[in-house]
């Protein structure tokens, strides 16, 4: 077992500590009670009834936030330990990743954020910011959860990072700039956003993309959205199948779905283990904060496995993502998503009281963000049920 014997690994004892100081446990790591804090957290919770792509009530073997961002942990730790790093870090980053997600998946988002335009916009990594440092109250000290620098930092930048030398927005901020939330946090606790997150935080990033493409598989095979004969000539996908038809010829359909998904994650995870350990050669980093100050990302795919996994992902968008039950279903999402806003600007008082807290000041757009984090937070179920109060019917079956 390899822990904390790569070079480039997150140190507890190098970590640049909380926002609000705190007497650290001799039990548990700084990271390990960061992902503790994130597992009891109010948000982690209503990841249970939060969709991935299916409503919650079109079955009980679906995948949720929940059970998506589980399975990313279990992933993100493995090659965490492979790789020789801090697996809490790991852990506690896989763990959060999903926190600031609407109800509805990305409809629900892409709602969220056309309704706000005039106020901002909205982005899920931001609001898991907003969550994890804010909206989460607690304890008696702080609002938000006080994670350390590392876990915050890796949860804004885990795809890389979001500023250039010159402080222009870079990747999807480019056009829009960067989210206020960001942007304020990091005012008062600068995260570095020129920079690469630590390899941990790039381990969760990649963990979150192997995680996708196999339970996606898994889901569309059981919902009929497409059949296992559809995935022969798809990378990566029709490979596992036809090792697994010839190793195991005859099993029964359920089987040859598992076989073939554990060995689409199995292929992905050996090739990012491989590609980090070739970077690590050549770029030779020794501390974390090299890992922050390359040019690239230490932890990646080669480029083979980059370019079979978009060919993966393309077949998952076209006859998944994109299929027509699919995309019925969220359109009415959508709408509930707009009711719902429509409905809490226009009367405050319709919402809970403890979410009326600035409701009659003369701040829209503080009072728009307001409703947006009420909404943001909301669980399919809990969404529904608000829409089926106030309007007396149900958008999703009618």
């Known amino acids: 077992m390899r822990r904390h014997t790569a070079a480039y690994c997150s140190r507890e004892e ?11 446990s001799s039990q548990r790591s700084p990271f390990a009670r960061d992902r503790d804090r994130i597992i009891h957290s ?37 090659i965490a330990r492979a790789l020789g790093l801090d697996e809490d870090l790991a852990e506690a980053l896989a763990l959060a990743h999903d926190l600031g997600h609407t109800p509805f998946g990305h409809a629900g988002e892409r709602e969220l954020d056309a309704l706000m335009q005039p106020h901002g916009g909205f982005d899920h990594n931001a609001q898991s910011l907003r969550i994890v440092t804010r909206l989460e109250r607690r304890y008696a000290g702080f609002d938000g959860l006080n994670l350390t620098w590392e876990t915050l930092e890796g949860l804004v930048k885990h795809n890389g990072p ?3 030398a010159e402080g222009h927005a870079l990747g999807p901020y480019r056009e829009r700039g960067l989210p206020d ?3 304020e946090y990091a005012e008062a606790h600068d995260l570095a956003l020129s920079s690469f997150a630590s390899a941990e935080a790039q381990v969760a990033a990649i963990a979150d993309d192997i995680a996708y493409n196999a339970h996606d598989i898994d889901d569309g095979l059981r919902a009929g ?12 996908a029709g490979e596992a199948l036809s090792a697994v038809l ?28 491989q590609e980090t350990e070739r970077r690590a050669k050549r770029l030779h980093p020794k501390s974390a904060q090299q890992v922050r100050e390359l040019r690239e990302p230490l932890i990646s795919f080669s480029a083979q496995m980059s370019e079979k996994n978009r060919m993966l992902q393309s077949f998952l968008a076209e006859r998944m993502y ?11 999402a959508r709408r509930v998503v707009r009711d719902l806003f429509e409905a809490y600007i226009g009367d405050p008082k319709l919402m809970p009281p403890n979410w009326r ?24 179920r809990y969404s529904l049920d608000q829409h089926k109060r106030l309007f007396d019917l149900d958008p999703l079956f009618r």
């Open 14 to 24: 190098e970590s640049r500590g909380r926002l609000v100081p705190e007497e650290e």
């Open 42 to 78: 109010s948000a982690f919770r209503r990841l249970k009834h939060k969709t991935q792509v299916f409503v919650y009530h079109d079955g009980d073997h679906y995948r949720t936030r929940l059970t998506h961002s589980i399975e990313v942990a279990q992933i993100a730790r493995s």
């Open 162 to 164: 979001l500023i250039d």
């Open 181 to 183: 939330a960001i942007i």
């Open 225 to 236: 959205l497409f059949n296992l004969i559809d995935l022969g000539d798809v990378p990566l």
């Open 246 to 273: 010839k190793v195991h010829p005859g099993i029964d359909m359920p089987r040859v779905v598992h076989e073939t998904v554990r060995r689409v994650l199995g292929t992905m995870v050996a090739d990012v283990l």
């Open 322 to 332: 994109q299929h027509p039950r699919i995309g019925d279903i969220m359109a009415r």
């Open 357 to 380: 807290e600035d409701s009659f000041t003369d701040d829209r757009s503080r009072f728009a963000r307001q409703v947006c984090d009420f909404i943001a937070g909301m669980t399919d």
